[in-house]
T-cell receptor, first 118, second 116 residues
Framework: DVKVTQSSRYLVKRTGEKVFLECVQD?????MFWYRQDPGLGLRLIYF???????EKGDIPEGYSVSREKKERFSLILESASTNQTSMYLC?????????????????FGSGTQLSVL | AQKVTQAQTEISVVEKEDVTLDCVYE???????LFWYKQPPSGELVFLIR??????QNEISGRYSWNFQKSTSSFNFTITASQVVDSAVYFC?????????????FGGGTRVLVKP
């Protein structure tokens, strides 16, 4: 089974802190994603990456950055955490079939990190 | 821009009742993919189904069935004879073909509560 592992289940940080959320997948997937989940808003895409060192902005990238130095690891960085970034953060990965503009395979998700910024 | 709307925020049923979750989407593309995911209380989203825009045939998998109607841009999901284990948040999602990285746009989710 594909496993997507997020480093922390719960995290509490203070306003202004730099926060790193780590995600590792073990199935050699090209695609990796970071979403945040808020009640009533569903999942909103922050950033995604379709290859090592490649990244694309999602729908809500402001206040976030990402790093993909190795294929299996995708990090989400909050440069200066703010209270409006309190949320559930979900990492996902997927295969691409047919190149980066190919067909969409299903996403596999991690269990999520509930981040509270005080 | 693509958009997914799940108008029902929460549905409560008694065990063995059928429940239908609505999903309406917007896209300019003629080729796209639709998905349903389940998020149980444990938090991890679980893939249920993927359907491409050229396949309008309805699908049944056990107690689950999906009704894809391109004419109304809808991809509805029905749970027949619901069980307590079906209690979860269900998400509909849309992915446009050829979008680099295959990003998925999710709806707001529908929480289903099945009471014994």
């Amino acid at each position: 089974d594909v496993k997507v592992t997020q480093s922390s289940r719960y995290l509490v940080k203070r306003t202004g802190e730099k926060v790193f959320l780590e995600c590792v997948q073990d199935m050699d997937h090209e695609n990796m994603f970071w979403y945040r989940q808020d009640p009533g808003l569903g999942l909103r895409l922050i950033y995604f990456s379709y290859d090592v060192k490649m990244k694309e902005k999602g729908d809500i990238p402001e206040g976030y950055s990402v790093s993909r130095e190795k294929k299996e690891r995708f990090s989400l960085i909050l440069e200066s955490a703010s209270t409006n970034q309190t949320s559930m953060y979900l990492c996902a990965s997927s295969l691409i079939r047919g190149g980066i503009r190919g067909t969409n395979e299903k996403l596999f998700f991690g269990s999520g990190t509930q981040l509270s910024v005080l | 821009a693509q958009k997914v709307t799940q108008a029902q925020t929460e549905i409560s049923v008694v065990e063995k009742e059928d429940v239908t979750l609505d999903c309406v989407y917007e896209t300019r593309d003629t080729t796209y993919y639709l998905f349903w995911y389940k998020q149980p209380p444990s938090g991890e989203l679980v893939f249920l189904i993927r359907r491409n825009s050229f396949d309008e045939q309805n699908e049944i998998s056990g107690r689950y069935s999906w009704n894809f109607q391109k004419s109304t841009s809808s991809f509805n999901f029905t749970i027949t004879a619901s069980q307590v284990v079906d209690s979860a948040v269900y998400f509909c999602a849309l992915s446009e073909f050829g979008a680099a990285g295959n990003k998925l746009t999710f709806g707001g989710g529908t929480r289903v509560l099945v009471k014994p």
